[in-house]
């Protein structure tokens, strides 16, 4: 039984591992990743307390991957081409979308200081990163949406959250 418990997390990991690392094997990939990057470890070092400029932080991230990711719906001769399955769009445009209204509810949010009702949650959402950080390579159509893929970046959110938030805790003591 617990042979069986450490292959399957075993086996999601090296899914996630596949999840990160693929941005990196494509150079076309690194100018969207990167900055994700980069923002997610400026709101850890952002304090814990919701904020204005968490919400700026979060929304220019989630802006710029929901940009990234939206560059593959126009061809190279200036039309746009979204993909549909049976009349619905795909996750891929689905999810751009959102992340693109998010992005832009937070970045105004930041600015003017004032969250519209129900949103407040924008000053809180530094770790929201880790989630577009592990979604890229499939938002970006180098991998498909799968189960484990899912699966796996689930199983180990709260693992990566407690690392990440003892790192930076430990930086900024």
Same mark, same amino acid.
């Given at each position: 039984?617990?042979?069986?418990? +450490?292959?399957?997390?075993?086996?999601? %990991? $090296?899914? #996630?591992?596949?999840?990160?690392?693929?941005?990196?094997?494509?150079?076309?990939?690194?100018? @969207?990743?990167?900055?994700?990057? &980069?923002? %997610?470890?400026?709101?850890?070092?952002?304090?814990?307390?919701?904020?204005?400029?968490?919400?700026?932080?979060?929304?220019?991230?989630? *802006?710029?991957?929901? #940009?990234?990711?939206?560059?593959?719906?126009?061809?190279?001769?200036?039309?746009? !081409?979204?993909?549909?399955?049976?009349?619905?769009?795909?996750?891929? +445009?689905? /999810?751009?979308?959102?992340?693109?209204?998010?992005?832009?509810?937070? *970045?105004? !949010? @930041?600015?003017?200081? $004032?969250?519209?009702?129900?949103?407040?949650? *924008?000053?809180?959402? $530094?770790?929201?990163?880790?989630?577009?950080?592990?979604?890229?390579?499939?938002?970006?159509?180098? #991998?498909? %949406?799968?189960?484990?893929? *899912?699966?796996?970046?689930? /199983?180990?959110?709260?693992?990566?959250?407690? /690392?990440?938030?003892?790192? &930076? $805790? @430990?930086?900024?003591?």
């Amino acid at each position: 039984m617990i042979n069986s418990i +450490v292959s399957e997390i075993s086996a999601y %990991w $090296r899914t #996630l591992w596949v999840l990160l690392e693929t941005p990196f094997n494509h150079s076309s990939l690194m100018w @969207g990743i990167v900055p994700l990057y &980069f923002g %997610w470890i400026t709101n850890e070092f952002a304090s814990d307390k919701r904020s204005f400029n968490t919400a700026m932080q979060s929304g220019f991230s989630f *802006l710029w991957a929901g #940009l990234h990711w939206s560059q593959i719906y126009f061809k190279k001769g200036g039309g746009l !081409s979204l993909v549909f399955r049976d009349g619905l769009p795909t996750i891929n +445009v689905m /999810v751009t979308l959102l992340v693109l209204i998010i992005g832009i509810t937070g *970045l105004i !949010s @930041g600015i003017r200081k $004032r969250y519209p009702k129900y949103c407040s949650f *924008l000053g809180h959402a $530094r770790f929201a990163n880790y989630v577009m950080i592990c979604i890229f390579a499939m938002q970006s159509n180098y #991998l498909a %949406w799968t189960w484990d893929r *899912l699966i796996a970046i689930v /199983v180990f959110a709260v693992p990566v959250w407690v /690392v990440v938030y003892f790192i &930076f $805790r @430990g930086c900024t003591s």
